[in-house]
């Protein structure tokens, strides 16, 4: 079955940087979107970044500027360089890799990470 394993998160004083990691097994996943949400207590999943699988990208307003998405197929892996952390960018991060019907536009595949936590302190 699928799996994604996520690593990189922690505690890190503002200003600082981390870099998320995804690695996906079962299946290769070139033809699949990949992306970055995060989750802070009390509110919604937010979509922070995400790339194509032909290498366009997204950013969110909040990260545009500081986060970069970058993904290597050949090893079914998306990556999430976060720079100039801010304490706003504390939740719990969750790679997802998403296939979409080029027939009907519907969502055909979804795949979560486990979680990896980023807390920034000011």
């Known amino acids: 079955q699928v799996q994604l394993v996520e690593s990189g998160g922690g505690l890190v004083q503002a200003g600082d940087s981390l870099r998320l990691s995804c690695a996906a097994s079962g299946r290769t996943f070139s033809d699949l979107a990949m992306g970055w949400f995060r989750q802070a207590p009390g509110k919604e999943r937010e979509l922070a970044a995400a790339?194509?699988?032909?290498?366009?990208?997204y950013y969110a307003s909040s990260v545009k500027g500081r986060f970069t998405i970058s993904r290597d197929n050949a090893k079914n892996t998306v990556y999430l360089q976060m720079n100039s952390l801010v304490p706003e960018d504390t939740a719990v991060y969750y790679c997802?890799?998403?296939?979409?019907?080029?027939?009907?536009?519907?969502?055909?595949?979804?795949?979560w990470g486990q979680g990896t936590q980023v807390i920034v302190s000011s």
């Open positions: 997802n890799f998403r296939q979409t019907s080029t027939i009907t536009s519907q969502i055909i595949g979804d795949y």
């Open positions: 790339i194509s699988s032909g290498g366009s990208t």
